[in-house]
């Protein structure tokens, strides 16, 4: 071999470095696979130590002639290594190792790579390349390290978990999924204090709650005082979750997890706000409660939607709200009535410099919480059973006895689903009294002399002399 110069030509660095033909050296240029430089005037060149570098990390593909020079076994090069030749069309040379094999392989493209041959736990023969192996010893570690994977899944031989208590996984899923993932984190946090302190998970392992200590759970909340099926389920819920979460993070087996059955609930409060407890309310409400429940009434927002209002996110002049930072995560655009329009223009003359809309008179600070005002709104208009969210279920069923679509209904309040949306929308008293009173209203119409409906085609058929006198009287 004649002596190189620093700069190769396409024709050096394909016939007497690569050994291959300079159509493939132009292919690695146009996939930009090997190092070269371009200069106008002096064509297309490689630097030497370059390539050399390339030869040897640089690239995944490895040349032909390069990989003669590969040692394997005892530090041998397949030339010296007991190979004949390189692998002609599409024939194997192959290492066996008891568990499997590893074989050379010559692609299109004059590419020859290492591949591996061993069978899986069922018995199915799996046969694939090594592309990141560059020696025989290489491939020889991913066939051993793939086998014994089969071999630990076959005769149960994988690593024992370590155990992990409930009160450890607790602190793990409050920290490392809640806080992450969920905007009501705080109120798992005080689900699981009540978890961890309860004696049916109290020392508990993972592992060892199972369907008795469930039920023990469940029987011991529900003797507690003021304690629904409801909050029994959303302790549940959070127990679910958390033992499935240690499944997928390696810190429980999936057969270890119990199947959890939760109380039926009936969470269809039909508490709707009439007009004369409405006007009572208002009556007795502070001035920024009012204010808060007159938003809520006319638009359907959640407290902490109207809470969190600023002055940016309303347009007075086309009379829209932007709520943001809903339940769901989306946006959405409200429009707002004569009644609503009105507070909002009061509202900005009084605090129009404050960002948020809703502010404490005194403090002048965004409002935080209305739970003592609105319990003794409520107290003072004697009213019962009514609950903030309750505004929300009147909005949505007072839309529907003027006529309003469910699928409108949806979109104002922002749920993804219909089902939701038909929780919200309560027929009242009149509108199911008016619904019954139709039947009547038709039978009315009806003129006198007309037959029977349930006797229908039977006007003209004289009654039996032995029938009934309850039947005589119904032919008529």
Known sequence: MKRLSALLSVREVAEEVLGCHRITVYRLVQKNEIPCIRKKGLGLRFRKADIETWLDTGSRRIPPAAL?????????????????????????????????????????????????????????????????????????????????????????????????????FSDTYLTG?????????????????????????????????GSREIEKFKAERREQDGVTPATVNRCLAIVRRMLNLAVEWGDLEKGQVPKIKLFREDNLMERILSPEEEARLLRCSSTHLRSILITALNSGMRLGEILNLTWDRVDIAVGTVTVTKTKSGKDRVLPVNVVLRSEIERLHAENGLSPFVFVNPRTKKPLGSVKTAFKAACRRAGITGFRFHDARHTFASRLVAKGADIITIKALLGHSSVRITERYTHSGRDQKQKAVDLLVEKGREKPENSPNPLRAGDADIPPRKDAPVSSLVCSN
Do not use: H
């Open 68 to 168: 003669l020079t590969l040692p394997f076994g005892g530090g041998r090069t397949f030339a010296e290594g007991g190979l004949s030749g390189m692998p002609k069309g599409k024939s194997k040379t192959r290492w066996n190792f008891g568990r499997g094999a590893v074989y050379l392989r010559r692609f299109k493209g004059n590419l020859v790579r290492f591949c591996i041959d061993y069978r899986n736990a069922i018995g199915e023969r799996v046969q694939r390349v090594v592309k990141e192996a560059r020696t025989l010893e290489d491939a020889r570690d991913v066939l051993n390290k793939e086998t014994d994977k089969v071999l630990a899944g076959k005769y149960g031989l994988k690593k024992p978990i370590e155990r992990v208590t409930f009160k450890e």
């Open 177 to 209: 999924y809640a806080r992450i993932n969920k905007k009501s984190w705080r109120t798992d946090r005080g689900y699981l204090r009540v978890m961890v302190d309860s004696e049916s998970f109290k020392g508990l392992f993972l592992d060892e709650i």
